[in-house]
């Protein structure tokens, strides 16, 4: 089976299945998980900007995509094509375990697909820490913008014991917010990711210093690995452990 991938995630995900470069032959430069089996894996181009002619060339039996992350006419081309797509679209990790069947059945890789489906579920059995925080994941900078509550990366945090508000609910999901907004908000915690948008010290702490000046309780500024919040599939499993040890130290 030739497999082209156009989501880092579930690039991952198809190794963690026990599929190798032989198997998988397209992928985006974003996809860098595991280093030593994307090595071999030729690049088709970005999530939003792939290559057409090199996914063609490819040859593929399956193009794997995400709804969120990868372009509709890149869809619709494979459509027109006649290649065979298999479209995620995961909005809260508890969505992540069947999503894992669907794709295992569609790589032939059913019973190590269920190995880590029945592991996140697992994990999502167990009761969540109590607080009544209110957490905000921001995942970029200049323009500031968050995730809402009705994310995936937004849901992360609410497995690991956040409430996190829906802020424009009516919008893309990812709003602009300024330091009115979070105080406006009640926010006690900002978890700046490593991605999309790689937020330094210095901007966490030029941040928090607009905030003191804002509010006598400033939410506290955590910086995470964006891979937690934001990479759905086998990573998802990884993700929750780490940002539940993660809280259990505050």
């Known amino acids: 089976m ?5 989501v880092p995630s579930l690039t991952l995900t198809l190794f963690d299945f026990g599929l190798d470069a032989t198997s998988i032959v397209g992928r985006t430069p974003w996809c860098i998980h595991p280093a030593e089996g994307v090595a071999d894996v030729p690049v088709v181009g970005g999530t939003k900007t792939p290559t057409l002619s090199k996914i063609k060339a490819a040859k593929p039996d399956l193009v794997v995509m995400d709804r969120d992350e990868n372009p509709k006419a890149v869809y ?24 894992l069947r669907e794709l295992g059945q569609a790589v032939n890789r059913t019973e190590q697909a269920e190995v880590w489906a029945s592991g996140i579920e697992t994990m999502l059995s167990e ?14 900078h200049q323009p500031l913008m968050a995730a809402n509550g009705n994310t995936y990366a937004g849901n992360m945090l609410t497995c690991t014991g956040f409430q996190v508000p829906k802020i424009d609910p009516d919008g893309t999901g990812y709003p602009e917010v300024d330091a009115a907004t979070i ?19 210095e901007e ?3 941040l928090f210093n607009v905030l003191q000046g804002l509010t006598p309780n400033p939410p ?3 910086h ?3 891979e937690d919040l934001t990479w759905m599939g086998t990573r998802t499993l990884e993700g929750l452990k780490r ?3 993660k809280w259990a130290q505050y």
């Not at 030739?2 to 156009?6: F, H, K, N, P």
């Open 220 to 222: 506290r500024v955590h």
């Open 224 to 226: 995470i690995d964006g």
């Open 204 to 206: 966490g702490q030029s």
């Open 76 to 99: 619709e081309w494979c459509q027109e094509q006649g290649f065979e797509t298999f479209v995620c679209h995961v909005q809260h990790p508890s969505d992540v375990p069947d999503m």
């Open 243 to 245: 940002l539940r040890a």
């Open 127 to 140: 009761n969540e820490p109590s607080t009544q925080r209110i957490g905000l994941p921001l995942i970029w």
């Open 2 to 6: 030739r497999i082209v991938s156009l």
């Open 183 to 201: 105080v406006n908000h009640g926010i006690t915690d900002l978890f700046l990711s490593s991605e999309p948008h790689d937020f330094t010290v």
